[in-house]
Structures are given as C-alpha cells and as structure tokens.
C-alpha cells in the first residue's frame, strides 16, 4: 500500500522557518517524482516544489525560489522541504504526492502540474502570521 506521511507543520511568524517532512512506502522511492503542493481557502492546488531522487534534479516554483529548499533521504525514504524566510502569504495546507514511476523527468513547471500525481498525503497546516 502506498503511503506519504507528512509531518512538520505549525504556526510561526513570518520571517520564520519551518521544516516539512515526507514519509514515503509502498513503492520504490528512487523511481518517482516527489512533489510538494500547498493549498490555502478558496486558492487552487499550487505547485510548489518536487525532487526526482534517482538524480537529485529538484524544481521550484517562482513564489519560493530562494527561499525553500527541497531535499531527499534516499535511506530514510523521506522528502524534506526547509522553507526559510516564511510570509502571510506561504499559510496553507502543504500536502505531498508522488508521481510515477518515471525514468527520464523534465523540470519545469509542468512537473508540478497536480494531475500528474498519483498519490497524495493528508496534508500539514502551515500558519504565518505577520
């Protein structure tokens, strides 16, 4: 069965940071992309960031370059996105998803499109306030 667990949310003020963990099983980890999605009241599904760990290439959405980065435990089966100076604006529901199995990934922002993902966790409330 598979299973993407998150973990790390919470409430802060902005200019914050905060740690968002993915747990993965059920499938070979290094054959899918992991992406990080976030959604806020009444806001469509955004795409915010993925990782393909087969070969480390990661992508960022414009809003979080610089500010978030994404990255994997290979061992651990674990997706982990350090987001670094937070704003009002970065409050959501951050959920994680796995696409796959995939061989060859092209980052762009097509690879965060949400239909491309099959599996999806039940999501971790991120509060910033100002």
């Known amino acids: 069965e598979v299973q993407l667990v998150e973990s790390g949310g919470g409430v802060l003020q902005a200019g914050g940071s905060l740690r968002l963990s993915c747990a993965a099983s059920?499938?070979?980890?290094?054959?899918?992309?992991i992406g990080w999605f976030r959604q806020a009241p009444g806001k469509e599904r955004e795409g915010v960031s993925c990782?393909?760990?087969?070969?480390?290439?990661?992508y960022y959405a414009d809003s979080v370059k610089g500010r978030f980065n994404i990255f994997s435990d290979n061992a651990k089966n674990t997706v982990y996105l350090q987001m670094n100076s937070l704003k009002p604006e970065d409050t959501a529901v951050y959920y994680c998803?796995?696409?796959?199995?995939?061989?060859?990934?092209?980052?762009?922002?097509?690879?965060?499109?949400?239909?491309?993902?099959?599996?999806w966790g039940q999501g971790a409330q991120v509060t910033v306030s100002s």
């Open positions: 059920g499938f070979t980890f290094d054959d899918y992309v």
């Open positions: 998803a796995a696409s796959g199995p995939v061989t060859i990934v092209t980052m762009g922002p097509e690879i965060v499109n949400p239909r491309e993902y099959d599996y």
């Open positions: 990782i393909f760990s087969s070969d480390g290439s990661t």
